[in-house]
């Protein structure tokens, strides 16, 4: 916490790979440019950063790999804003910057020995990567890994071969689902809406802690069918996604209630936002 | 800190100013511009008036200015450099002739640059402030200091407080050590006290309320989710102004822009009650109405800051009502949340 | 004022309309806008001197409109206001019930916007003599001693959009200025940047501009930025014989042509 | 003021004056190089904000052309236009940008000579007046400036 250091400035980083998720989805691999700041960064599972084209402004993703998984990190990000729009015109080899990690963190170890239940719809599965992918490394400390995936369309589901990967790994149970209208022919996994999928799936709430993630809609309906399938609020997590621009609870966009999202978030369990007020 | 009290005799006023001046300090002091008094950067004694209640804008830009640049950085073909901002280049300020409300307000916003993280740019901009403040002879309806716990003679965070007295001279009052040492360098400016009391030359400000049993009311979550704020924000435009003269809102955009090769990311201010302040790219506004984010501006400063920051988001200054094209007037709100709630 | 009261508490108590956007007496001697919900309420209805600011504002501002079917006291920018915004397509016609204050300050009761129309016909308010006065002043300079007058003016702005709020022209959910792809006007205040938001402004409201001159009025740090729109409404009456809002049939100057409009620069 | 070349930034249609100005060069008659011409649909297209921010990027002058009235791709999109320059004109009169640095005009795809001449004539008022200072002194020239003088804000 010196105060001599510029908490704006970014790390330079390589754009190593490039992988074109679903429609104006993308997924990059980046690489410090600088090695030293590659040996001091470290990060934890659902923290984000602040990703950035130089000239075009910052936008706020979450880390979407691994923690446990060194040397790159990886975000993926749709097309929408100047940001992101400037973000996808970019090749391999090129260099942007990104700062990080801020926020707080899921708390992976206090859930060992829980069976997990992962809810994301469209492009919200991202930031739970992140925490799949840190726990199914640590597989043996876990019990059931549910994951239930819904996108808009087959075409928007991101992360397809991993989704394969999951598929095939008999300690994963993935169900992926598209909206009504949204499937091909050969689509084999369900139809529905997230929140109606899971009603019909009713996971048990025995020693399970469910984590969700999602555009607003999904959440306001998925939360209280777990509630029903008697989750306790306390082992229901969500993440929110204010819009942020610091990363300090400074700038003051993220402010809901007495928190900062950008510090006390973007991990929240439902008991506590339930003490914060309808601001996210 | 114990204080010391001198005296500055009326015709050594400009001799304060002159030793101030020749040792290379800018100083920012409050000028007549047209029909308002307006803090500006001044090169002789005489632009400076003392014949104001309030200024139009705070001085907060002194610390938190309008534009800072971040980092400035050069694009050439796929690489990026950065460069750093030569924060030697920072000058030395004298804030001259300050309310003391307005000084407090450096509080607030200390509160808010360094209550985590602490930011450079502000802790340096800080360090290089000298405060002269003045004791307040005048006030009016939108003053509402004495309700937060401040007052038209407050001493808090000044270097040096001025009260003028009946004949023209002044009581100044050492507050802080840079303070102390200013006087001790200007044996000739700073004389012994004279026989007179502060608190006969100060302007009484009415309390409207008492911030000790307004915060925990804001605090209250019947508070929030009262239609008080509806009914008292349907005039409200939604612009920025009210945030933008505060002397304690600091609330930031961070952006990029340049000429071709040669770019800077800078912050400059922005404000809650903008509409586009949280819309998400989506579309979904978190504060989608302007009550929201009116109740949101009371909330940051009666509720929020004192829990988190410990300090009231709010130095009774008044300058947002008189800035606000449509009477949203702060001080009466808030007594009648005190009064209702 | 006590016509309107009255006809104010009738509509009330009659339940014609839910809501009667009026001044009311405010803070150290300030008049702001009040919301009239009751018909107990419409002794608070105040009209005088002070009463300038376009209530037409709030006609399309979401809680407002929230409150169910309403009335608005105008004076003669707040009618021209009604009329431009029907045109917009903003409000339904004849579905906000105006208590119209005459030129003269006499209480005026229209049934209809062609009543309104009518009015307006014989009189339409003016820019005041002190506006007029400054606009020939600047109008007199050489084309460098206006840039500079408006670089120096418009050096302080802030951008608090102040001026952009109290408009009842600039209901743009997206305002222009807000557009980052590309970024057309700089977000932070600077000196380029502040002539181009209050260009970008004046040409927006060439041709629907009420003359209330509320931007001015409300500006914080007392820009004239109304001077901009002012002096656009003269340029759009001189050449183009139309003031906006007269009338709900026609078209904003800049959202129409005619075969004939005269020019003497196009080579 | 002789070695003064300036940046002139063009505006003009797709369906006339391009065309126009592709002739002008089949025809191989010559006309200054210092114009980077901006193919539009319509002239009804080019928002004003398009000129301010040319004029942001350094140019010294503008050229705005499109089809002769009546003659308009689209029927009605050059009056529309036209309309909007009138009062266009005005107001950077008023706010002191100078209109003597913008050429309007109408030139048919059939009037190669016009575009040349056009072209030409502006160049040389551009050079008469000189590079549009007072502009870039706030924009483009001011901020390389303060960029490389490092100075610092506030």
Same mark, same amino acid.
């Given at each position: 916490?010196?105060?001599?250091?510029?908490?704006?400035?970014?790390?330079?980083?390589?754009?190593?790979?490039?992988?074109?998720?679903?429609?104006?989805?993308?997924?990059?691999?980046?690489?410090?440019?600088?090695?030293?700041?590659?040996?001091?960064?470290?990060?934890?599972?659902?923290?984000?950063?602040?990703?950035?084209?130089?000239?075009?402004?910052?936008?706020?993703?979450?880390?979407?790999?691994?923690?446990?998984?060194?040397?790159?990190?990886?975000?993926?990000?749709?097309?929408?804003?100047?940001?992101?729009?400037?973000?996808?015109?970019?090749?391999?080899?090129?260099?942007?910057?990104?700062?990080?990690?801020?926020?707080?963190?899921?708390?992976?170890?206090?859930?060992?020995?829980?069976?997990?239940?992962?809810?994301?719809?469209?492009?919200?599965?991202?930031?739970?990567?992140?925490?799949?992918?840190?726990?199914?490394?640590?597989?043996?400390?876990?019990?059931?890994?549910?994951?239930?995936?819904?996108?808009?369309?087959?075409?928007?589901?991101?992360?397809?071969?991993?989704?394969?990967?999951?598929?095939?790994?008999?300690?994963?149970?993935?169900?992926?689902?598209?909206?009504?209208?949204?499937?091909?022919?050969?689509?084999?996994?369900?139809?529905?809406?997230?929140?109606?999928?899971?009603?019909?799936?009713?996971?048990?709430?025995?020693?399970?802690?469910?984590?969700?993630?999602?555009?607003?809609?999904?959440?306001?309906?998925?939360?209280?069918?777990?509630?029903?399938?008697? $989750?306790?609020?306390?082992?229901?997590?969500?993440?929110?996604?204010?819009?942020?621009?610091?990363?300090?609870?400074?700038?003051?966009?993220?402010?809901?209630?007495?928190? $900062?999202?950008?510090?006390?978030?973007?991990?929240?369990?439902?008991?506590?936002?339930?003490?914060?007020?309808?601001?996210? | 800190?114990?204080?010391?009290?001198?005296?500055?005799?009326?015709?050594?006023?400009?001799?304060?100013?002159?030793?101030?001046?020749?040792?290379?300090?800018?100083?920012?002091?409050?000028?007549?511009?047209?029909?308002?008094?307006?803090?500006?950067?001044?090169?002789?004694?005489?632009?400076?008036?003392?014949?104001?209640?309030?200024?139009?804008?705070?001085?907060?830009?002194?610390?938190?200015?309008?534009?800072?640049?971040?980092?400035?950085?050069?694009?050439?073909?796929?690489?990026?450099?950065?460069?750093?901002?030569?924060?030697?280049?920072?000058?030395?300020?004298?804030?001259?002739?300050?309310?003391?409300?307005?000084?407090?307000?450096?509080?607030?916003?200390?509160?808010?640059?360094?209550?985590?993280?602490?930011?450079?740019?502000?802790?340096?901009?800080?360090?290089?402030?000298?405060?002269?403040?003045?004791?307040?002879?005048?006030?009016?309806?939108?003053?509402?200091?004495?309700?937060?716990?401040?007052?038209?003679?407050?001493?808090?965070?000044?270097?040096?407080?001025?009260?003028?007295?009946?004949?023209?001279?002044?009581?100044?009052?050492?507050?802080?050590?840079?303070?102390?040492?200013?006087?001790?360098?200007?044996?000739?400016?700073?004389?012994?006290?004279?026989?007179?009391?502060?608190?006969?030359?100060?302007?009484?400000?009415?309390?409207?309320?008492?911030?000790?049993?307004?915060?925990?009311?804001?605090?209250?979550?019947?508070?929030?989710?009262?239609?008080?704020?509806?009914?008292?924000?349907?005039?409200?435009?939604?612009?920025?102004?009210?945030?933008?003269?505060?002397?304690?809102?600091?609330?930031?955009?961070?952006?990029?822009?340049?000429?071709?090769?040669?770019?800077?990311?800078?912050?400059?201010?922005?404000?809650?009650?903008?509409?586009?302040?949280?819309?998400?790219?989506?579309?979904?506004?978190?504060?989608?109405?302007?009550?929201?984010?009116?109740?949101?501006?009371?909330?940051?400063?009666?509720?929020?800051?004192?829990?988190?920051?410990?300090?009231?988001?709010?130095?009774?200054?008044?300058?947002?009502?008189?800035?606000?094209?449509?009477?949203?007037?702060?001080?009466?709100?808030?007594?009648?949340?005190?009064?209702?709630? | 004022?006590?016509?309107?009261?009255?006809?104010?508490?009738?509509?009330?108590?009659?339940?014609?309309?839910?809501?009667?956007?009026?001044?009311?007496?405010?803070?150290?001697?300030?008049?702001?806008?009040?919301?009239?919900?009751?018909?107990?309420?419409?002794?608070?209805?105040?009209?005088?001197?002070?009463?300038?600011?376009?209530?037409?504002?709030?006609?399309?501002?979401?809680?407002?409109?929230?409150?169910?079917?309403?009335?608005?006291?105008?004076?003669?920018?707040?009618?021209?206001?009604?009329?431009?915004?029907?045109?917009?397509?903003?409000?339904?016609?004849?579905?906000?019930?105006?208590?119209?204050?005459?030129?003269?300050?006499?209480?005026?009761?229209?049934?209809?916007?062609?009543?309104?129309?009518?009015?307006?016909?014989?009189?339409?308010?003016?820019?005041?003599?002190?506006?007029?006065?400054?606009?020939?002043?600047?109008?007199?300079?050489?084309?460098?001693?206006?840039?500079?007058?408006?670089?120096?003016?418009?050096?302080?702005?802030?951008?608090?959009?102040?001026?952009?709020?109290?408009?009842?022209?600039?209901?743009?959910?997206?305002?222009?200025?807000?557009?980052?792809?590309?970024?057309?006007?700089?977000?932070?205040?600077?000196?380029?940047?502040?002539?181009?938001?209050?260009?970008?402004?004046?040409?927006?409201?060439?041709?629907?501009?009420?003359?209330?001159?509320?931007?001015?009025?409300?500006?914080?740090?007392?820009?004239?930025?109304?001077?901009?729109?002012?002096?656009?409404?003269?340029?759009?009456?001189?050449? $183009?014989?139309?003031?906006?809002?007269?009338?709900?049939?026609?078209?904003?100057?800049?959202?129409?042509?005619?075969?004939?409009?005269?020019?003497?620069?196009?080579? | 003021?002789?070695?003064?070349?300036?940046?002139?930034?063009?505006?003009?249609?797709?369906?006339?004056?391009?065309?126009?100005?592709?002739?002008?060069?089949?025809?191989?008659?010559?006309?200054?190089?210092?114009?980077?011409?901006?193919?539009?649909?319509?002239?009804?297209?080019?928002?004003?904000?398009?000129?301010?921010?040319? $004029?942001?990027?350094?140019?010294?002058?503008?050229?705005?052309?499109?089809?002769?009235?009546?003659?308009?791709?689209?029927?009605?999109?050059?009056?529309?236009?036209?309309?909007?320059?009138?009062?266009?004109?005005?107001?950077?009169?008023?706010?002191?940008?100078?209109?003597?640095?913008?050429?309007?005009?109408?030139?048919?795809?059939?009037?190669?000579?016009?575009?040349?001449?056009?072209?030409?004539?502006?160049?040389?008022?551009?050079?008469?007046?000189?590079?549009?200072?007072?502009?870039?002194?706030?924009?483009?020239?001011?901020?390389?400036?303060?960029?490389?003088?490092?100075?610092?804000?506030?």
């Amino acid at each position: 916490m010196s105060s001599i250091e510029n908490i704006y400035k970014p790390y330079l980083m390589r754009v190593e790979k490039i992988t074109n998720e679903a429609p104006d989805v993308r997924t990059f691999r980046l690489k410090f440019a600088n090695p030293e700041d590659a040996a001091s960064f470290s990060f934890k599972a659902g923290q984000f950063g602040e990703y950035s084209v130089l000239g075009e402004g910052e936008s706020t993703f979450c880390i979407a790999s691994a923690p446990t998984r060194k040397d790159y990190i990886e975000c993926t990000f749709r097309r929408v804003g100047k940001v992101t729009s400037a973000l996808s015109k970019l090749e391999e080899g090129d260099t942007m910057s990104f700062r990080g990690p801020y926020g707080n963190i899921f708390p992976i170890e206090d859930w060992k020995g829980k069976n997990l239940l992962y809810i994301a719809g469209g492009i919200a599965l991202p930031p739970m990567r992140c925490v799949i992918w840190n726990t199914v490394d640590l597989r043996q400390d876990y019990k059931d890994i549910t994951i239930l995936y819904g996108a808009r369309t087959v075409a928007d589901l991101v992360y397809k071969h991993e989704l394969q990967e999951w598929t095939d790994r008999p300690d994963i149970k993935l169900v992926t689902t598209v909206d009504p209208g949204g499937e091909t022919p050969d689509w084999k996994g369900e139809v529905g809406f997230v929140p109606t999928v899971l009603e019909k799936m009713a996971p048990s709430s025995e020693n399970t802690v469910a984590i969700v993630c999602g555009p607003p809609v999904m959440i306001k309906f998925t939360l209280p069918i777990l509630s029903k399938l008697g $989750f306790k609020d306390e082992d229901i997590f969500t993440t929110l996604e204010n819009r942020m621009k610091c990363g300090f609870g400074k700038c003051g966009r993220c402010n809901v209630g007495k928190v $900062f999202v950008c510090k006390d978030g973007p991990v929240f369990t439902l008991a506590q936002l339930k003490e914060l007020p309808q601001e996210y | 800190m114990s204080m010391e009290i001198k005296s500055i005799q009326k015709d050594s006023l400009d001799k304060l100013f002159n030793s101030l001046k020749s040792r290379g300090n800018l100083i920012y002091a409050p000028v007549k511009v047209k029909n308002e008094v307006q803090f500006d950067f001044v090169e002789k004694f005489e632009q400076i008036t003392d014949d104001f209640i309030q200024t139009t804008q705070s001085v907060k830009n002194s610390v938190f200015p309008k534009i800072e640049t971040l980092f400035k950085f050069v694009k050439t073909g796929k690489e990026v450099k950065m460069l750093d901002m030569d924060m030697s280049l920072i000058p030395e300020i004298v804030i001259w002739g300050i309310h003391p409300c307005d000084v407090w307000g450096f509080d607030s916003l200390r509160a808010i640059f360094t209550w985590d993280t602490h930011d450079m740019f502000f802790e340096k901009r800080m360090d290089k402030l000298t405060i002269i403040g003045m004791s307040c002879a005048k006030a009016d309806d939108y003053c509402f200091c004495t309700s937060v716990n401040l007052g038209p003679g407050s001493t808090k965070g000044s270097d040096v407080l001025l009260t003028k007295t009946g004949n023209g001279d002044y009581i100044a009052e050492l507050v802080s050590d840079k303070g102390k040492a200013l006087a001790t360098s200007m044996p000739d400016v700073f004389v012994q006290a004279v026989q007179s009391k502060k608190e006969d030359f100060l302007v009484v400000v009415e309390k409207r309320f008492d911030s000790e049993s307004l915060i925990p009311k804001m605090q209250k979550k019947e508070t929030f989710d009262s239609p008080f704020w509806v009914t008292n924000s349907l005039r409200c435009l939604g612009c920025g102004a009210c945030a933008y003269v505060c002397p304690t809102c600091a609330c930031f955009d961070i952006q990029d822009e340049g000429y071709g090769a040669r770019n800077i990311r800078f912050r400059c201010w922005d404000s809650c009650g903008l509409k586009q302040f949280t819309i998400h790219t989506s579309g979904h506004n978190p504060r989608e109405v302007q009550s929201q984010r009116w109740r949101q501006r009371l909330m940051h400063k009666f509720a929020y800051m004192p829990e988190r920051n410990k300090v009231t988001g709010c130095v009774g200054c008044g300058k947002c009502s008189r800035a606000c094209p449509v009477d949203m007037n702060i001080a009466e709100q808030l007594q009648e949340i005190d009064q209702k709630m | 004022m006590d016509s309107l009261r009255r006809k104010a508490q009738q509509l009330l108590e009659s339940k014609e309309v839910d809501c009667i956007i009026g001044y009311n007496e405010g803070s150290s001697g300030n008049v702001h806008a009040g919301f009239i919900t009751t018909p107990g309420q419409a002794e608070k209805l105040i009209f005088d001197d002070r009463c300038k600011q376009n209530l037409g504002v709030y006609l399309t501002k979401h809680e407002v409109m929230r409150l169910g079917k309403l009335a608005i006291v105008a004076p003669v920018p707040v009618m021209r206001t009604v009329l431009i915004l029907t045109y917009e397509c903003q409000i339904v016609e004849n579905s906000v019930k105006v208590l119209g204050i005459g030129l003269d300050g006499q209480f005026l009761d229209f049934n209809e916007y062609a009543d309104i129309e009518k009015y307006l016909t014989d009189h339409c308010n003016e820019h005041p003599e002190e506006d007029k006065k400054l606009i020939e002043k600047i109008s007199a300079m050489s084309v460098e001693e206006r840039w500079d007058f408006w670089h120096e003016t418009l050096k302080p702005c802030i951008k608090c959009f102040a001026c952009r709020q109290a408009c009842p022209m600039c209901y743009c959910v997206r305002c222009q200025v807000e557009c980052n792809q590309p970024q057309w006007i700089p977000v932070q205040s600077s000196e380029l940047g502040n002539m181009e938001w209050h260009f970008m402004r004046a040409m927006h409201l060439a041709g629907r501009c009420t003359g209330c001159g509320d931007c001015g009025r409300s500006c914080p740090l007392g820009i004239p930025v109304h001077l901009l729109t002012f002096k656009m409404s003269d340029v759009v009456l001189d050449n $183009f014989n139309t003031k906006a809002g007269l009338t709900i049939k026609e078209p904003s100057t800049l959202s129409t042509y005619k075969a004939n409009d005269k020019e003497t620069f196009i080579r | 003021m002789s070695d003064f070349t300036p940046k002139i930034t063009a505006f003009v249609c797709n369906w006339c004056t391009y065309a126009g100005a592709d002739l002008t060069g089949t025809s191989r008659m010559k006309y200054s190089a210092n114009v980077k011409i901006i193919r539009f649909p319509c002239t009804g297209r080019v928002d004003f904000m398009l000129l301010l921010k040319a $004029f942001d990027n350094g140019a010294d002058g503008i050229i705005v052309s499109g089809c002769h009235p009546n003659d308009c791709h689209y029927t009605s999109g050059n009056f529309h236009a036209r309309r909007r320059w009138i009062v266009f004109r005005n107001l950077c009169d008023f706010m002191g940008i100078d209109s003597r640095r913008i050429t309007f005009s109408w030139v048919s795809a059939a009037e190669g000579g016009k575009w040349a001449e056009i072209v030409n004539s502006t160049t040389e008022k551009v050079i008469e007046l000189g590079p549009y200072k007072r502009y870039s002194q706030i924009s483009k020239d001011g901020f390389i400036n303060e960029f490389e003088k490092g100075t610092i804000n506030g």
